[in-house]
């Protein structure tokens, strides 16, 4: 091979290490700081229509006031849900701070809209599931959901 083609490989090999380590840094920052929402989205979900599975599903009267953790590392840890929004995820910020390899450092969100509750997910590498649906858009949840984060399973109750 020639020298030209020796010094290509070389440049084209340290340019594709130079955008895995740029995409590693991305996830990191992701990670560590959540992900960007846009404030005109997030202000749009709840409007949204309840899906037509979810109005032949028998609806639970009142809204949750509690979330416990049902399963994983810290089962039977409760927590009372107000009117701010709850944070949940191991950061040391969050409201409800998760022993949870699989979780991120800020994993979902719930938040109070209009009289009632919804579940976000805030960008996780692993997701976060409502009643075994991955969520992909903030969520209404009713008593008796049940928020599946990494090996940790969270519900909702009155």
């Known amino acids: ?48 229509k309840p899906s037509k599975a979810s109005k032949q599903q028998k609806k639970k009267r009142g809204q949750p006031r509690t979330l416990t953790i049902a399963d994983g590392p810290q089962a039977g840890v409760s927590a009372q849900l107000g009117t701010e929004p709850v944070i949940i995820g ?42 075994g649906q991955r969520l992909t858009r903030p969520v209404a949840a009713e008593i008796g959901g049940s928020i599946r984060i990494g090996r940790t399973t969270l519900n909702l109750a009155k």
Request: a negative charge; proline letters at 1%.
């Open 1 to 48: 091979m020639s020298e030209l083609t020796l010094t290509l490989i070389k440049l084209g090999f340290l340019a594709l290490l130079w955008m895995f380590v740029l995409s590693v840094l991305s996830v990191i920052r992701s990670d560590l700081f959540g992900a960007k929402i846009d404030a005109r989205a997030a202000a749009a979900v709840p409007d949204a």
């Open 90 to 131: 191991r950061g040391s910020d969050c409201q409800i701070k998760l022993d949870d390899d699989y979780s991120s450092t800020r994993h979902a969100r719930l938040f109070l809209s209009d009289g009632q509750w919804w579940v976000e997910d805030l960008g996780s590498t692993n997701g976060t599931y409502l009643n």
